[in-house]
């Protein structure tokens, strides 16, 4: 008799191991291979799971094996992608199953479908093709011919990326509408000249995949594209997934978790926006997109490209230091010259309306002066006016103006923000943004019975009413997460802004980004101070890229001559370097300051971090239980030179949802020792813990890797 086969299964659990299975060939024919996705039974039910090992050997009893329910009908995840997943598990200190099954989109995962799924995707196939043909027939914007500068770039990338089989790392970077998309659209063209050749381009978020998608499928219209990003519907992703993994699609474009998808052909990489924080995930297993996207294609030796006009301090020193090749565009595309920085100190007087002003437009302006004077100089000009509030809601804190009473939420401790009515709500609400929890305004205070309560502060619907209020002729439209839900969608809002239908945008980052809007005059950039002092040692670099990409939406066109758009910053502290920078459009002595500032203090990418998050009933439990951590870590002999343990510390929102929440910080010079001492943590948690449960605290834990927030 022929030995019975095992096979050996991961699942989407917390479990460093995999479980053993028999195969049962009669029912299921010739064994499985590596990569295969199954259906197995687990305790009383069943799981999906990925085959890792086929053998005829089990640590365990065979005969008390259970069986495999079923095959799904594709082909396995090749070695390629099972390596980088493999790297991702151990990298991020993340069970295999855990890292694997969420890679796999919805629509494989339910195995009563996996009959039917065939047929399915050739209507959905079919669909398609009818739906790029009508497109193409609306006829498109063509990509212009690429200046000199641009040739130039892209003669150094083909360079670089001439040899067959060659891993590199390049840096494109340019400012703002240089036409870095052109350039790496056209370097790519070389490499889909080899027809089964697959291209991966991620993009950091689901807003800007839209236009993107449109000018690829302009460039590349004979070529098979799918779209991968959490905004398409299930069965499309799935059937996208399916495209990608078996090399029916050459083009891939997603944002982070497409970084995953499997790829049998994939021949180079683009990282559009390379320094956006979007790139890392921030729940379940904490990878960074880019990061995982240079492993891989150092793994399966193919070149790629980072494109930013504000880099990454990371990405740009390894540029510098000549382990990435660093290519520059440093014209804009169009001829338009860069925006003119305004820093508007809102200490300063001048720049405010003193209490008989008789310029002072109607209502309540809650802008400068000097702010308020160039809206309307721009709309005169008939150009539109993008003003920036990274806030959502109308105002952060509802107060009582007669005792301290504040709209505090009362399962997290944090404030709830004030929504006026809208298409979301149909009353005004208080809202808490960490927790979700929403309450009717108080008509009069809790505490004391005073009526007259007071907003602090204000978001993006406060500056909306008053832009109105000022300006009531002009067309008003709000772009932020509620007006993009409640309303057509964020695509929608942008065409209205393409289309000169607004005359003022008032928006969240939402607008900020990749935008190619043609007829911006003026950006305003409102409370952007918060940010300078953030205990966050990103806070500035982030800021700094963000206000480089508001600038980057003004004076796109250059069609007027050469007028590059104004931004205006209303600030309290002109003098800092992040606007001192700005004002001189120098990214590289930014960076090169933060450098030094980062080199100093021995933060990244000058050492390597890593978070212990603990979260229990109650923030002692929380501290408790990481206090331990950290006396056990030094107590098994990690106290390597190089490595600092920090005390445990309340996360800065501590308590969400009832949820108390503390964070242990490591740190380490190398690289290869915080591996070692998370492996180290990790197991030991392990041992204590069901699932990531301590078992006797009570606490629940996680590993983070790179955090990039603290
Ligand atoms: P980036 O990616 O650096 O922001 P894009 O490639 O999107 O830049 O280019 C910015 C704008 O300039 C786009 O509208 C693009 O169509 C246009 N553009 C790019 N290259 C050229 C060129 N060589 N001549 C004219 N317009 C160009
Ligand atoms: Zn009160
Ligand atoms: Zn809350």
Known sequence: ???????????????????????????????????????????????????????????????????????????PLDPAALGLINFASQYYIHALGETIIPTIPQMWKKPDNWEKIPAKLITAEEKKKKKVQLEQSEGFIQE???????????????????????????????QTGSGKTAVFLNWLSAVLDDASAQVLLLVPEINLTPQLERRVRAYFPEKKMV????????????????????????????????????????????????????????????????????????????PILLSSATPSLETWLAAQAGRYEHIRLDQRAQGASLPKVHLINTRDPQNQYSPGDISKPKGKSSITKTLAKAISKNLEDKKQSLILINRRGYAPVLSCSACTWLSKCQQCSSYMVM?????????????????????????????????????????????????EEMWPGARVLRVDTDSSRSSKGAEDLFQEIH????????????????HDYQNIGLVAVLDADARLFSQDFK????????????????????????????????????ESAVFQYLLAHDVDGFLSHIASERREAGLPPFSYQALVHAEAKSLDKAIQFLSTLKAQIKSQGFIFQGLRVYDPVPKAVMRVAGTERA????????????????????????????????????VRWLIERDPITI
């Not at 040739?151 to 670089?160: P, V």
């Not at 929504?419 to 009353?427: P, R, V």
């Not at 289309?499 to 990749?514: L, P, S």
């Not at 380490?668 to 392990?686: I, P, T």
Request: charged content about 25%; hydrophobic content about 35%.
């Open 227 to 302: 779209v991968l990003h959490s905004g398409v519907t299930e069965k499309e992703r799935g059937i996208a997934w399916y495209e990608a993994m078996t090399g029916k699609a050459q083009i891939i474009l997603g944002t982070r978790l497409a970084a995953l998808t499997p790829l049998p052909n994939l021949r180079a990489i683009v990282v559009d926006e390379e320094h956006d924080p979007s790139y890392k995930q921030q729940d379940g297993i904490r990878y960074s997109a880019r990061d995982l996207a240079i492993w891989r294609a150092h793994d399966v030796k193919v």
């Open 419 to 467: 929504h006026k009515a809208g298409a979301l709500t149909k009353k005004p609400v208080l809202s808490c943004h960490h927790c979700g929890l929403a309450k009717s305004i108080p008509s009069h205070c809790p505490d004391c019975g005073n009526a007259d309560l007071k907003t602090l502060g204000r978001g993006t619907q406060k500056i909306e009413d008053a832009i």
């Open 663 to 698: 964070q242990l910080l490591i740190e380490s010079d190398s690289r290869k020792q915080l591996q070692e001492v998370l492996e180290a943590v990790d197991r030991g948690l392990r041992e204590n813990s069901q699932g990531r449960i301590s078992k006797t605290a009570r």
């Open 539 to 574: 806070a500035a670099e982030r800021l700094f890229a963000q206000l480089v990409q508001v600038a980057g939406r003004a004076g796109r066109s250059g069609k007027d001559g050469q007028d590059g758009g104004d931004i205006y910053i209303e600030t309290q502290y002109p």
């Open 499 to 514: 289309q000169g239908k607004v005359d003022i945008v008032v928006g969240t980052q939402m607008i900020a980004k990749g």
């Open 1 to 75: 008799m022929a030995p019975q086969i095992v096979v050996q299964v991961v699942v989407d659990r917390p479990l460093a191991q995999g479980f053993d299975y028999l195969w049962n060939s009669e029912r299921l024919g010739t064994p499985p291979e590596i990569g295969q996705l199954v259906e197995a039974p687990f305790g009383r039910s069943s799981l999906i799971g990925v085959v890792i090992k086929v053998g005829t050997h089990s640590d365990f009893e065979i005969e008390k094996l259970k069986s495999i329910n079923r095959v799904a009908p594709l082909p």
């Open 144 to 174: 212009a011919d690429l200046n000199l500068e641009q040739n130039q770039a892209l003669e150094k990338l083909r360079h670089c990326s001439s040899r067959k089989n060659e891993f590199k790392t390049m840096l494109l970077q340019g």
